[in-house]
Nanobody
């Protein structure tokens, strides 16, 4: 079992920045990929970015050049630096991890609200 706890959400004006953190605990040795998803009101949860244990990263097109995902394996923490935020980035952001054994875990979510 892996437990994920997000932090860092909040209210920010358009053009501003926020940094999300997600700390993992439990059976952390088996974690491979960590990532972020988001769910806006009335919409399905969608993938935002991911980072493998090797450090390779991927992003959804809508956040490329604005968001940066990073990972501190020593602290078992993944970060999402969000710059140039737009109102359409408003959503609940969820941390996710996948293990080498094929299991997936979710955090409880953190609200990000971008005002225009």
């Amino acid at each position: 079992q892996v437990q994920l706890v997000e932090s860092g959400g909040g209210l920010v004006q358009a053009g501003g920045s926020l940094r999300l953190s997600c700390a993992a605990s439990g059976s952390i040795a088996g974690i491979n990929v960590m990532g972020w998803y988001r769910q806006a009101p009335g919409k399905q949860r969608g993938w935002v970015a991911s980072i493998a244990k090797s450090g390779s990263t991927n992003y959804v097109n809508s956040v490329k050049g604005r968001f940066t995902i990073s990972r501190d394996n020593a602290k078992n923490t993944v970060y999402l630096q969000m710059n140039s935020l737009k109102p359409e980035d408003t959503a609940v952001y969820y941390c996710n991890c996948g293990t080498f054994s094929g299991n997936y875990y979710w955090g409880q979510g953190t609200q990000v609200t971008v005002s225009s």
